[in-house]
């Protein structure tokens, strides 16, 4: 009994500081207008995808009873890795349950004691997390440096093999990785590029199917992720790469091999997301012109952000409350605005993160930003006190 109350006195001193540190987080259900998904292309409700998978679970049923390497696997799976293989340009495609799982995978599956992973400061938890379990050396770049990531290559060359790691776009802060450069110096010093793809998929490339095809660095990058969460509206990500590389995943990758298979209709849905982003271009034409139109209207009104050209457009405003008094103002103007504060992003860059989608109109944005201009305008709370 002592034991338990004396964890719950540590649980709760620990919520307070997360209270004392504005950090606290609610669980708070879409409403109002979307300026925080990552339903870039407006794919998840869309009724293409609804349709395939209600179908697909008539067909297959709801859970898929196993992992892959047992009763878990289905045909849909395959199919829908080898046509996401060609998309992107590789020989070979492994579908996970989550991008999470799939960035797990990858870092603790290849490298191995002895290698050296280098990383951009700003990458995503899950690939921080990725190289922690594999306990390989990690060495942090400062985010974007390619002239730090050179020097720190050859700083850490060691006897074994040396990982680059590196998101395309940026999830919080919307800017983007020279993977032209990068590509270049694992070329010339015969290091691996890990690219995860995230945010890029269904958005940028001639086929849509993210910056490794953008930017012509397809032959350079040794595997990337793509996750399907996102533009593509379902659910999970592909790891693509050589037929060599995914077959060792199968075999290695825990996140793989200890986990049940997706339920089958997702492989339905996402065939569905698929037609759209082949057959539909002018989709993603029209997020970039509606991510520029916004960046456009809020640089009228002096609102900073990281300057960029994606559609994660990102206010900085530092102060943990502020961002979160500002992203309830939004709110309750009819705007579902969400306040990003550490750790998913640095102390001190509190921000709102707005992420546009197909959906929103100019005119909606124009009324955005003006509901935007004005509450930066307006003391709040943490500003009157500090
Ligand atoms: C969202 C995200 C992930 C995780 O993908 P999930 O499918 O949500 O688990 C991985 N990397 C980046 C850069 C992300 O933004």
């Not at 070979?92 to 990383?119: C, H, K, Q, W």
């Not at 770049?141 to 850490?156: I, K, Q, Y």
């Not at 991510?291 to 609102?303: D, F, G, T, V």
């Not at 102060?319 to 709110?331: H, P, S, T």
Request: net charge neutral; glycine share 8%.
């Amino acid at each position: 009994m002592a034991a338990y109350d004396a964890l719950e006195r540590r649980v709760r001193t620990r919520l307070q500081s997360v209270d004392s540190d504005r950090l606290r987080r609610v669980l708070r259900a879409p409403s109002g207008i979307d300026l925080s998904s990552n339903d870039y292309l407006g794919l998840a409700q869309h009724p293409a995808l609804k349709a395939a998978m209600a179908a697909a679970v008539e067909r297959e049923g709801c859970g898929s009873t196993g992992s892959r390497l047992l009763r878990g696997e289905r045909a849909c799976f395959a199919a829908v890795e080898r046509r996401f293989a060609a998309f992107k340009g590789t020989a070979r495609a492994l579908y996970f349950s989550s991008g999470y799982l799939a960035n797990l995978a990858v870092l603790t599956t290849f490298p191995e004691a002895g290698d050296v992973i280098l990383s951009d400061a700003l990458n995503h938890a899950s690939l921080i997390d990725g190289i922690r379990l594999s306990g390989v050396r990690r060495v942090v770049f400062p985010h974007l440096d390619v002239g730090a990531l050179s020097r720190l290559m050859e700083a850490h060359r060691g006897a074994g093999r040396t990982f680059v790691v590196t998101e395309s776009l940026f999830s919080m802060d919307g800017d983007e990785a020279p993977l032209r450069q990068y590509a270049e110096l694992c070329r010339a010093t015969g290091a691996h590029l890990i690219v995860d793809d995230a945010h890029a998929v269904g958005v940028y490339g001639q086929r849509g199917s993210g910056l490794v095809e953008e930017a012509g660095v397809d032959g350079d990058v040794f595997v990337s992720i793509s996750t399907a969460g996102k533009a593509l509206g379902v659910s999970g990500a592909f790891v693509t790469g050589p037929e060599w590389a995914i077959e060792f995943l199968i075999q290695k990758a825990r996140p793989f091999v200890f986990s049940t298979a997706p339920p089958p209709a997702i492989a339905a849905a996402l065939e569905a997301s698929l037609d759209i982003v082949d057959g539909e271009v002018d989709r993603r034409a029209r997020l970039a012109s509606r991510a520029a139109h916004l960046r456009r209207r809020l640089a009228e009104h002096s609102i900073r952000t990281i300057p960029g050209r994606s559609q994660i457009v990102p206010v900085i405003i530092g102060d943990n409350l502020r961002a979160v008094e500002l992203a309830e103002l939004l709110q309750a103007a009819g705007f579902d605005v969400r306040a990003i504060r550490p750790p998913s992003v640095p102390p001190g860059t509190a921000r709102l993160r707005l992420s546009v989608n197909v959906g929103l109109s100019e005119a909606v944005l124009d009324e955005f930003v003006s509901a935007l201009a004005s509450a930066v305008g307006q003391p709040t709370c943490s500003v009157a006190s500090s």
